[in-house]
């Protein structure tokens, strides 16, 4: 199909795809002349991809090239996968050392981490700005969250252990963890008013007794 | 204090004080003559809770004056605290109606969800980016996520029932869902590799017996 054709498909301007085959994000259609190509169902899969990663995943084009570099050339076994997703699953920039706190929660935890993962020191910058702002973020609510997450963390893994190849392995953690992070945060909201009047209904059930 | 101490104890330009002055997200300073004011504690605070929302919580500048709002004048008990809070807790804005496999995984779940809340359509959003960008989220997938979410929701709803009253439990709540999402972000990542490399060390012990 001609250019303008994969922008109908997808919904995308055409000067959004030509943006994306300047940055590389996109790859080059098989040219039929000198000023036009051909491009196939795989672009269609490709530019809804980025669009998920840019729109749903909060992910800037440098973040889509790394991911998308990653999905193209995925480690050879399983084995290395999670460490080479884990270097391009975008996370905020590190400030600052890691809490001591925080290193200590996850020894007891018994999660062994690369002391310079850039998921440790978000997670020491997330917990401080939260009770900078008056959160009173405990450590027993942080076990309790790590609990929570241990759960999702074991379902991610089984979905990337369940894939056919070390390509569709690599793309299910990459993008399952990047698209996936809307899909808890939402959850959490609809379970917080689940328990929330779960409780409310126990409250009331024993103040008619 | 003067509004440049102000800047200096919260490490935010004087210039963007004003902005937050003139956008209402600060309430103004006690006046001391007709060009200068004074500050106090709560100014502090208040800045220092601005910052955090607009930084590491995504935050909007409109969304920010929701949750300040609500955090002035919180409901009498705390009954409403949540429908309150989940009127203000910014969501991405829903762009369709709601699957029929999102409420019926509702409904299982024996969640009682308002059908026009906004978690619900940003759910079934962020359900259908992921899956069109290719990861397997299967319904199977989505139950253990739900109950992940729902171990967190727990802990953040006794975290809301510990304050000390309505407007603490207000702020736990608003600043506590936006400000814990960044958190429970970092603890996926930590536990996607806590728990791959635990099952790698359970398949090596297997080979070696």
Redesign the interface.
């Known amino acids: 199909m001609r250019i303008s054709e994969l922008a109908e498909r997808t919904d995308v301007p055409v000067h959004t795809l030509k943006f994306y085959l300047r940055e590389g994000v996109l790859p080059p259609g098989r040219a039929t002349s000198r000023t036009s190509a051909d491009y196939g169902d795989e672009h269609v ?1 490709r530019v ?2 980025v669009r ?2 840019v ?2 995943g ?1 992910v800037g084009i440098s973040g889509v090239r790394a991911i998308v570099g990653a999905l193209e050339s995925p480690p050879p076994s399983r ?1 290395d996968l ?1 460490g080479a997703a ?1 270097a391009v ?1 975008p ?2 920039a590190p400030r600052g050392p890691v809490d001591p706190e925080i290193t200590g929660l ?1 020894e007891e ?6 002391s310079g ?1 850039p ?2 020191t ?2 020491g ?3 401080a ?2 009770r ?6 405990d450590a027993a ?2 076990r ?16 990337a252990l ?2 056919q190849d070390p390509a569709e392995a690599m ?3 990459v ?3 990047v ?19 779960r ?2 209904a126990a409250a009331d059930a024993r103040e008619d007794t």
Do not use: K, N
């Open positions: 899969e809804r991809l998920a990663l729109e749903h909060g084995h999670l884990a699953i996370t905020p996850l935890l018994g999660w062994c981490t690369w993962a998921a440790l978000a997670l910058d997330a917990v700005a939260a900078a702002a008056g959160v009173p973020l609510t942080l309790r969250y790590a609990a929570g997450m241990t759960e999702v963390a074991e379902a991610d893994v089984d979905l369940a894939a793309r299910t953690v993008v399952g963890t698209l996936g992070d809307p899909v808890l945060v939402a959850l959490r909201r609809l379970a917080q008013e689940a328990v929330s009047s409780r409310q």
